[in-house]
């Protein structure tokens, strides 16, 4: 069986951009063109008033903290008071079933703005952590039917960590983390291109909370079994501050010296991103996750995008945590992204095409998904359909940029995860919205009453 998308306003591909019908067959894009003809045994899928783009791939989110919006307490704060008021006051709290419904409002959020591959870096982690919070997260995904990597958070030791000192979290020891890193791999990770499962290999913090030790045997543990490798880094100049106290040397050159620079590397933020750390950056094929929306939000910064890609730094967009961003819209950042830097370097900065890119296949390819993240025949049919045919698209000019222009509200009208459809008619296939919300509700509540 296979499917069929016809008629659509546009679709976003470079290499037929005329085209107006999609085929499917099986998880590939077969055919692309005009006019296309329905065979035996294919759903059509009417996309007249939609655009058709690739599936946004949202390459660093913090699904745990979908239950820790808007707190009030870290409302006014930056990021080193706010991880002591917000995140790490909570997450030790953090029932698996409280995980699980955590995971799936984000993942919902997720679909419902365009995502189709979602990178999530779990950290709640410490020494005696249930293995049923991380399978929560694995279950949220699988039943959805979304594409989850997942960035297996760690710290071997509170260090600098505002968050763990500030609530005497007991950290794991490498050993454990190894162990439990092990069993992951084992049991989700897929190394395929296309792969539903992938693992990363993903210390909390480079500076302030994993020892120079922890650091090697970790990126020796992601080379043996090629696993790809992620952290924060430079989110606010005090990882600068620290690495010169530390290590006598700033945070991009401890990062190299640890050998955690590389093609299989990226980080979220890198806001404070001087000359020589792009440089640094650039020269080792390390990429970033933008990630605007939480860096304005907690007043971190602007990370220099436009000059990083210039310079040949892989470039891609992150939501983060929707206790800092709590839109939880990749449509959002897309958008940001878009004006944020014209807004500081005038309007040559960005163009629409380049940010979608960034956040399509700029996303897979920083994940090593290479068969996903572009509408191309050949490629995996991750996909999604906005339906602009509303009143406050009908005045665009431009209609196939124009989710990305006016973004949020928005609505994904059908969208397809490895050939299979995920959202149809407007809905996440499979979820109930009520029943999600009073979860969700009664989640808070239980957090609150624990706190």
């Given at each position: ?28 894009i ?17 996309a007249?008033g ?5 599936g946004?791939?949202n390459?660093?989110h913090?699904?745990?903290?979908s239950?820790l ?6 409302l ?27 995971a ?20 709640l ?9 991380e ?15 997942l960035c ?55 500076i ?13 543990y ?18 600068n ?6 290590h ?9 010296e ?18 020589h750390?792009i440089?640094?950056?650039a ?28 310079a040949?730094v ?16 990749m ?17 040559e ?28 025949v050949?490629k995996v ?11 406050r698209?009908?005045?665009v ?20 995860v ?6 149809e ?10 029943e ?14 624990s706190?």
């Open positions: 069986m296979g499917y069929l998308i016809r008629n659509a306003k546009a679709v976003f591909s470079s290499s037929q951009p005329q085209a107006t019908d999609i085929r499917i067959h099986d998880n590939r077969v055919e692309m063109g005009r006019s296309l003809v329905a065979e035996q045994r294919e759903d059509v899928i009417d007249s939609c655009v058709v783009w690739p946004l791939v390459t660093h913090h699904l745990a903290q239950i919006k808007g707190v009030p307490q870290g006014n704060q930056r990021l080193g008071e706010w991880l002591g008021s917000v995140p790490y006051r909570f997450w030790p709290k953090i029932t698996p079933e409280l995980m699980y419904h955590s799936r409002l984000g993942l919902y959020e997720m679909l419902r703005s365009g995502v189709t591959t979602c990178a999530d870096h779990h950290y982690y410490h020494r005696d952590t249930s293995p049923e919070i399978a929560a997260v694995w279950q949220a995904a699988d039943e959805f039917g979304i594409r989850l990597v297996r958070g760690c710290a071997t030791e509170v260090g600098s960590h505002k968050g763990m000192a500030r609530h005497a979290i007991e950290p794991e020891s490498l050993e454990i983390v190894l162990d439990r890193l092990e069993d992951t791999r084992r049991r989700y990770h897929q190394a395929k291109g296309d792969a539903m499962r992938r693992l990363v290999v993903a210390p909390t913090s480079l302030h909370a994993t020892s120079p030790d922890a650091l090697a045997a970790l990126a020796d992601a080379r043996q079994h090629d696993l790809r490798r992620h952290s924060h880094l430079l989110e606010v100049a005090f990882d501050a620290q690495s010169l106290e530390k006598a040397m700033p945070a991009i050159d401890y990062a190299a640890q050998g955690w620079l590389g093609e299989d590397v990226w980080y979220a933020h890198l806001v404070h991103s001087d000359a750390a440089a640094r950056l020269k080792s094929g390390t990429g970033i996750s933008h990630c605007p929306t939480s860096n304005c939000r907690l007043g971190s910064g602007v990370a220099p995008v436009p000059a990083m890609s210039d040949g892989p470039i891609s967009i992150g939501v983060d945590g929707s206790a800092s961003s709590e839109s939880g819209s449509l959002q950042e897309l958008n940001l992204v878009w004006l944020l830097h014209r807004a500081l370097r005038g309007p900065a960005t163009t629409l095409e380049q940010v979608l890119a960034w956040g399509s296949v700029g996303g897979a390819r920083i994940l090593g998904l290479e068969d996903i993240g572009e509408l191309a050949g049919a991750d996909l999604v359909l906005y339906d602009i045919d509303q009143p698209f009908a005045g000019h431009t209609p196939l940029m124009a989710p990305l222009m006016c973004a949020e509200p928005a609505l994904v009208k059908h969208s397809f490895n050939g299979l459809p995920v959202v008619s407007g809905r996440v296939k499979g979820l109930d919205e009520i999600l919300t009073q979860h969700v509700q009664q989640s808070v509540m239980e957090l609150l009453a706190a």
